[in-house]
């Protein structure tokens, strides 16, 4: 997630007409208080933001330029099997949040697990080369958490489906 405050807020106060020092007064800042804001070193706080919002006639996602992703199941499954793809490290941060959405459901364990190990391999690194990784300095349990978080929750599903009776996948 990307946010733009800073170039909403300038392209909003220069869209209404308004001088830095004018948006300033209006909210009862210092002119370099919105200088900053513009230029991205502070952030303005909460409350702040509720009322550019409301003075520039805008919602606050829009302010913030927040953008929701589809979080559904497939798509988010179908995600993590891009990321894994392309071998995209930010597919990591995403593959480790859907794991704990979703603990249960096999294809997001798989993908997952598959995002963590495409992301070892990215750095040089293989799961199946711990050893390799312990030579190196390197301590395997801090190089693959996400890849141990995704095998143990992909043993929890496999358990799972062998209790209810469904062959091994």
Same mark, same amino acid.
């Given at each position: 997630? *990307?946010?733009?405050l800073a170039? @909403?807020?300038?392209?909003?106060?220069?869209? #209404?007409?308004?001088? *830095?020092? *004018? &948006?300033?007064?209006?909210?009862?800042?210092?002119?370099?208080?919105?200088?900053?804001?513009?230029?991205?070193?502070? *952030?303005?706080? &909460?409350?702040? $933001?509720?009322? &550019?919002? =409301? %003075?520039?006639?805008?919602?606050?996602?829009? &302010?913030?330029?927040?953008?929701?992703? =589809? @979080?559904?199941?497939?798509?988010?499954? =179908?995600?993590?099997?891009?990321?894994?793809?392309?071998?995209?490290?930010?597919? %990591?941060?995403?593959?480790?949040?859907? %794991?704990?959405? !979703?603990? @249960?459901?096999?294809?997001?364990?798989?993908?997952?697990? =598959?995002?963590? #190990?495409?992301?070892?391999?990215?750095?040089?690194l293989r799961p199946? +080369?711990?050893?390799?990784?312990?030579?190196? +300095?390197?301590?395997?349990?801090?190089?693959?958490?996400?890849?141990?978080?995704?095998?143990?929750?992909? $043993?929890?599903?496999?358990?799972? %489906?062998?209790?209810?009776? !469904?062959?091994?996948?």
């Amino acid at each position: 997630m *990307q946010i733009r405050l800073a170039e @909403n807020i300038r392209a909003l106060r220069r869209q #209404h007409r308004f001088t *830095q020092e *004018q &948006l300033a007064e209006s909210l009862g800042v210092t002119p370099g208080a919105v200088y900053k804001w513009e230029a991205g070193l502070s *952030q303005p706080e &909460l409350a702040i $933001i509720v009322e &550019l919002s =409301d %003075l520039f006639d805008t919602s606050v996602d829009v &302010l913030l330029g927040y953008e929701m992703k =589809d @979080n559904r199941r497939q798509t988010t499954a =179908d995600r993590l099997r891009r990321y894994q793809t392309e071998k995209d490290r930010t597919g %990591l941060a995403e593959a480790e949040k859907a %794991l704990q959405k !979703y603990p @249960n459901d096999f294809e997001i364990v798989e993908s997952d697990r =598959d995002v963590a #190990h495409a992301a070892a391999d990215r750095r040089g690194l293989r799961p199946a +080369g711990c050893a390799a990784a312990g030579a190196a +300095g390197m301590d395997h349990r801090r190089v693959y958490p996400a890849v141990r978080r995704a095998d143990a929750a992909e $043993i929890r599903v496999r358990a799972a %489906l062998h209790r209810k009776g !469904y062959a091994a996948v």
